[in-house]
């Protein structure tokens, strides 16, 4: 069977209260029961005894009465109560209500037996001293029932009305317990959805802190990122003003060139080269969105990923680019090399890194990418003879939007966000140092040892 | 008029360079921060488009320096951002007028004439000088009611003069307030302009100081 559990917490506390309580007095009243009816039962067992040992005394004194006398009835209990003495096997005397035979066949001292009106006696026999006299005292167990039943109830009585009114009471006292839920609930449902603060905690009852401070690590988190996407936002759409800018200011310029057809289309070159900007600035947000939108890590593919196979793809699909500044894209892989990660991620994160040294190498330059595996550790490593970065440079790496000044290049610095944030995903460590073979700049992504 | 414009962004620097020559400023355009302060420094220019977010030294950071400099050549700062603070810290510092990317070339256009036209504390737009009036953004001059036609140069000489009507300027300085750089100066072009300009107009409009220069007289007309 299940159970119905009720969902508020007040019904809850309330109901399990009210069952305990309830239990308790049933269990403490059983047994008042039981020790009520022992002692009941040895004190009326004492006083037939008592009563058989007077009758027994009474007819050494009265040896010589030969008839059957019957004792009045005295009390309105007397018919409930009943005596027989036989002396020498004769009924010498009894109650009225006792019959003639003996009242147990059973032997000296106590019995319960079942008599002919059909109700339950209790029955104590003896004997006198001289063997010949014999006497039975009984008594309706009923009786004893019905006092039992009157001290059950005259203590159960007054818990039946207690307890609507103990009932009542609980709901209030849980209720008022309860007061500090209720007003955190009202405190938060008034909040406007900005409202990010922490929770105070100075007034919260103890059971409560630790429900309250989690929510404050939760608020916590979520304003941080809000904030970043609040930021992100601010920043992307800076960021896009200066392409829109250059593609108005190159479609004025077009508009306005009258009869110079070369400054015309100069100026439309630059205003389509400015669509291909802005469209790859946004493809960059986008890309950076997904990833923050994205858990830290990624349950990497059950298929491990070739690297070298990625390389090549990453460099087959950029050497056109590489080409038109007449640069030269190599490859050194010559082994398959396997790492764990989504294929897509790694291929992105590589794709940023040869794009990279594509565009911040000067035209003629060498781009050089080596896949191998060093002590254990797989590595991917894109090299050019670019002019390289400072140490200054290198440190600012990664901020969104940082751009190395005094290049010609139209990047935005979202391509180092993009890497960061994907090595962060695939688990991997990115090192920019100096190229040795090619002088310019070299980045190495180093994955775990497998 | 002659103008420096200092912005990073190749795309951007050359359609604002191409677009401000259509409208007849002559335009010198540099990279960083540090080129910028250095033209400015001149006082060759009637004013400046400032980028904020320049390589080597920022455009704010230019701006203060030329301030604390007492160099007082207009600026105008074009930017990216947008933000209250942003706009009060550049104006705070000195910059005439603040502008967000992107921008309208005309009205970018009409922001640095109102500039040229307050810094040398004239209220309108339009010059007068006796008969002669020069009406900047229309790019055009009348004499009495008819309309003179005029080269790029011979306007631009005017222009400059008019502005700095009642003031002597020097050939050296006419010089290097019209013409940009990688155009080719000859020796006597200035005095070529000022007799066309002469014969076009009147003879009078342009007065010789002997050993000094050329000025234009300020008359009651012009407030």
Redesign the interface.
């Known amino acids: 069977m299940k159970l119905m559990r009720p969902r508020s917490l007040q019904a809850r506390l309330l109901v399990m209260t009210m069952g305990l309580v309830v239990v308790i007095w049933v269990g403490v009243a059983f047994v008042t029961w039981v020790s009520a009816r022992h002692e009941l039962d040895e004190l009326l067992d004492g006083h037939l005894a008592q009563a058989a040992a007077l009758l027994v005394v009474q007819q050494i004194e009265a040896e010589d009465a030969d008839e059957v006398a019957d004792a009045p009835s005295l009390h309105k209990y007397a018919p409930r109560v009943a005596f027989q003495v036989f002396h020498g096997g004769h009924l010498v005397m009894r109650s009225a209500n006792a019959g003639t035979a003996p009242m147990t066949a059973k032997g000296l001292g106590f019995a319960t037996e079942w008599f002919h009106d059909g109700r339950e006696w209790r029955v104590f026999s003896t004997r006198g001293a001289q063997q010949d006299i014999r006497v039975y005292v009984g008594e309706q167990t009923a009786s004893r029932r019905e006092i039992l039943r009157a001290v059950l109830l005259s203590m159960l009585l007054p818990v039946m009305f207690a307890l609507p009114l103990l009932a009542l009471m609980l709901w209030w006292a849980v209720r008022q317990g309860l007061d500090p839920l209720r007003h955190l609930s009202m405190v938060l449902g008034q909040r406007r959805p900005q409202a990010l603060e922490p929770v105070a905690l100075d007034k919260m009852p103890s059971e409560m802190r630790p429900m309250v401070s989690a929510l404050n690590g939760l608020l916590e988190r979520i304003e941080s990122m809000v904030k970043a996407e609040r930021r992100f936002t601010a920043d992307a759409a800076?960021?896009l003003?200066?392409?829109?800018?250059?593609?108005?200011?190159?479609a004025?310029?077009a508009l306005?060139?009258g009869s110079d057809a070369a400054?015309r289309d100069?100026?439309l070159q630059?205003t389509l080269?400015?669509c291909d900007?802005a469209t790859r600035l946004v493809e960059q947000l986008l890309t950076l969105a997904r990833l923050e939108a994205e858990p830290a890590t990624p349950a990497p593919s059950a298929v491990p990923v070739n690297l070298s196979g990625v390389a090549r793809r990453v460099a087959a699909d950029l050497a056109p680019a590489a080409m038109a500044r007449r640069q030269s894209i190599e490859l050194e892989a010559d082994a398959p090399c396997l790492v764990a990660g989504d294929d897509v991620l790694i291929g992105v994160m590589v794709r940023n890194l040869v794009d990279n040294a594509i565009r911040y190498s000067p035209d003629g330059a060498r781009v050089l990418l080596v896949v191998t595996t060093e002590a254990g550790h797989p590595v991917l490593r894109v090299e050019d003879s670019g002019p390289g970065m400072t140490d200054q440079e290198i440190a600012h790496l990664g901020e969104r939007f940082y751009r190395v000044?005094?290049n010609?290049q139209?990047g935005s610095g979202l391509g180092w966000s993009i890497v960061r944030r994907l090595a962060d995903a695939l688990g991997v460590e990115i090192q920019v140092t100096r190229s040795g073979p090619l002088g310019g700049l070299a980045v190495e992504v180093r994955w775990p040892a497998q | 008029m002659r103008i420096l414009l200092a912005e990073d962004d190749p795309m951007l620097g050359d359609g604002l360079r191409a677009g401000l020559r259509q409208l007849g400023f002559q335009v010198d355009w540099v990279r960083d921060g540090v080129a910028a302060e250095r033209e400015l420094g001149t006082g060759d220019y009637a004013a400046a488009v400032l980028d904020i977010g320049l390589p080597q030294k920022d455009g704010l950071e230019v701006l203060q320096a030329l301030r604390q400099r007492r160099i007082v050549t207009p600026v105008l700062i074009l930017t990216a951002r947008d933000a209250v603070p942003d706009r009060i810290l550049g104006l705070d510092l000195g910059a005439d007028d603040y502008v967000v990317k992107p921008v309208d070339l005309h009205e970018l256009g009409a922001r640095l004439r109102s500039l040229v036209r307050r810094a040398h504390g004239q209220v309108q737009d339009v010059l007068h000088c006796g008969a002669v009036v020069l009406d900047p953004s229309a790019r055009q001059v009348r004499l009495e009611g008819e309309s003179v036609a005029l080269s790029t140069r011979e306007f631009d000489l005017l222009h400059v003069l008019m502005l700095n009507a009642g003031r002597v300027m020097s050939r050296e300085q006419l010089e290097q307030q019209l013409y940009s750089w990688g155009y080719e100066v000859e020796s006597n072009a200035i005095e070529v302009h000022i007799h066309h300009l002469r014969r076009k107009l009147f003879p009078d409009v342009i007065q010789t100081v002997r050993g000094i220069g050329y000025t234009v007289p300020r008359t009651q007309d012009s407030p």
């Open positions: 800076h960021e003003r200066t392409p829109i800018a250059a593609i108005r200011a190159q004025q310029v306005g060139a400054q100069h100026a630059y080269a400015g900007r000044m005094g010609d139209t």
